[in-house]
């Protein structure tokens, strides 16, 4: 009797804890459900500030065929504009800032014309020192960028997508090709001294600390350091450079 009381408990028990197991299951799934329909709205979330950002940052677009400015004898059009436009807007958000708030589209309307004035106004000075691009100097680029993508279609639509034809393009290409010839006989990087690199590291090295973050061997970023430090002198003799042939130069700002 005892030993069929014992087998019955035995068994009562085992259905109890299979419902209990069963209602923790229930719970878990539920609970699962809730953190997937959570994760979902977060997602949507994301999604709709994301193509709210995107309206915003479209509407600092202007129409491509508008004179932006005039640079001496050189037309500045809307779709190069734009180009330059995109490009400073995502520098500003990846220093975590809001390109479309009223103080900081000022400031990203004024940058953009400043880097398209100073660019012409570079190439204007590097056409008056003769330097040119070939035909072949640009297919080879041009192929560089195909080789990005898996096949022609791909790239002619994404090509398409950016608001550009093949002409601009290649034009763009030809400027950049162009300009980085002047750079490197015009402007050439200067020598860094060890001093410098050792003056960045600890400045580098200290603000490591400060945030917890840990800090590599000056030796490990050495190059780095070194690198970073010409292109930044570079950067700087530019823009005297520029500040230089803005002086002689006729500039009609349109917008």
């Given at each position: 009797m005892k ?8 068994g ?34 994301q999604q ?20 932006v ?22 520098q ?5 800032q ?7 589209a ?54 398409k ?33 060890d001093?410098?690199?050792k ?15 840990k800090v590599p ?5 050495k ?16 823009a ?16």
């Amino acid at each position: 009797m005892k030993k069929m009381m014992f087998t019955l408990m035995t068994g009562l028990m085992a259905i109890v804890l299979a419902a209990c197991g069963g209602n923790e299951e229930s719970k878990e799934a539920k609970n699962d459900d809730k953190a997937k329909t959570a994760e979902t709205v977060q997602q949507k979330e994301q999604q709709k500030q994301m193509e709210e950002m995107q309206k915003k940052l479209e509407a600092q677009q202007i129409d491509e065929k508008k004179t932006v400015a005039i640079v001496n004898d050189k037309e500045i059009l809307g779709s190069d504009y734009n180009s330059v436009l995109a490009f400073t807007q995502g520098q500003m958000q990846q220093m975590g800032q809001d390109p479309t708030s009223k103080e900081a589209a000022e400031q990203v309307k004024n940058q953009t014309i400043d880097s398209l004035v100073g660019k012409t106004l570079l190439l204007q000075q590097a056409g008056k020192k003769g330097y040119k691009v070939s035909e072949a100097d640009i297919n080879k680029q041009l192929d560089e960028m195909k080789k990005q993508f898996k096949t022609e279609k791909e790239f002619e639509a994404t090509l398409k997508k950016s608001g550009m034809d093949m002409k601009i393009l290649e034009t763009q290409i030809a400027d950049d090709i162009k300009l980085k010839q002047y750079v490197e006989k015009e402007v050439p990087a200067d020598e860094i001294t060890d001093e410098e690199i050792k003056k960045t590291y600890d400045q580098y090295a200290e603000q490591g600390k400060s945030t917890g973050q840990k800090v590599p061997k000056l030796e490990e970023v050495k190059l780095q350091i070194e690198q970073s430090l010409q292109q930044q002198k570079q950067q700087e003799k530019l823009a005297q450079q520029v500040d230089e042939l803005k002086k002689n130069a006729k500039i009609d700002i349109k917008i």
